[in-house]
């Protein structure tokens, strides 16, 4: 069973440009996470998906972030325009969500985002 | 407000020895659930223990353990015959029923051959 999927891998872009991070959840996995980490902040939630529906976006850092979850299976992280404070490694995760019972968080292997 | 604390930067460990992972937590709640993730230099988050607040017993997979106790809102993890692999960033993380984990700041565990 593949995991979560993130796209590209490693993104390098030039300050000004607008970036897409792309996520595909662990298939019936209906919750799904987008996280930023950097070395002085740490590991930061930005936005979190239920069912398809935006739950809490008290995270993400301002207008030039935004989110979308267009169906079960896809979702993008949009900055635009990028900064250098935004080079950061972006981690997507999604979880099963069995009635009232949360579950486990499982990571994707991370965007390397680089804004020169 | 939930907060969770790694006071321990950075730990090292020599290889076959045995180490503990400090972890304390803030919050109102007693229905909740507490994880270890572990991120090896590849930076993926990998899950490595999961406990239910509900359980008293203490969650084991394999090496790992850990030290749950609910009163003082405390979740160590107890690593046994660290091994090389074990090197990595060990974050640990709180979350409740539907809503968002939060994560401590880590932990970087060194093991020395």
């Known amino acids: 069973d593949a995991g979560v999927i993130q796209s590209p891998r490693h993104e390098v872009t030039e300050m000004g440009q607008e970036v897409t991070l792309r996520c595909k959840p662990i298939?019936?996995?209906?919750?799904l996470f987008w996280y930023r980490q950097t070395m002085m902040r740490g590991l930061e939630l930005l936005i979190y998906?239920?069912?398809?529906?935006?739950?809490?976006d008290s995270g993400m850092p301002e207008d030039r972030f935004s989110a979308k979850m267009p169906n079960a299976s896809f979702s993008t992280l949009k900055i635009q325009p990028s900064e250098p404070r935004d080079s950061a490694v972006y981690f997507c995760?999604?979880?099963?969500?069995?009635?009232?019972?949360?579950?486990?968080?499982?990571f994707g292997p991370g965007t390397r985002l680089t804004v020169l | 407000a939930q907060t969770v604390t790694q006071s321990q930067p950075e730990m090292s460990v020599q290889e076959a020895e045995t180490v503990t992972l400090s972890c304390t937590y803030d919050t109102s709640e007693s229905d909740y659930y507490l994880f270890w993730y572990k991120q090896p230099p590849s930076r993926q988050m990998i899950l490595v223990i999961r406990q239910e607040a509900y359980k008293q017993q203490n969650a084991t997979e394999n090496r790992f353990s850990v030290n749950f106790q609910k009163a003082a809102k405390s979740f160590s993890l107890k690593i046994s015959d660290s091994q090389l692999g074990d090197a990595a960033m060990y974050f640990c993380a709180y979350k409740k029923n539907f809503n968002k984990f939060y994560f401590g700041s880590g932990t970087k565990l060194n093991v020395k051959p």
């Open positions: 995760a999604s979880s099963p969500t069995k009635h009232e019972v949360a579950d486990t968080q499982y």
């Open positions: 298939s019936g996995h209906n919750s």
């Open positions: 998906f239920n069912n398809n529906v935006p739950i809490d």
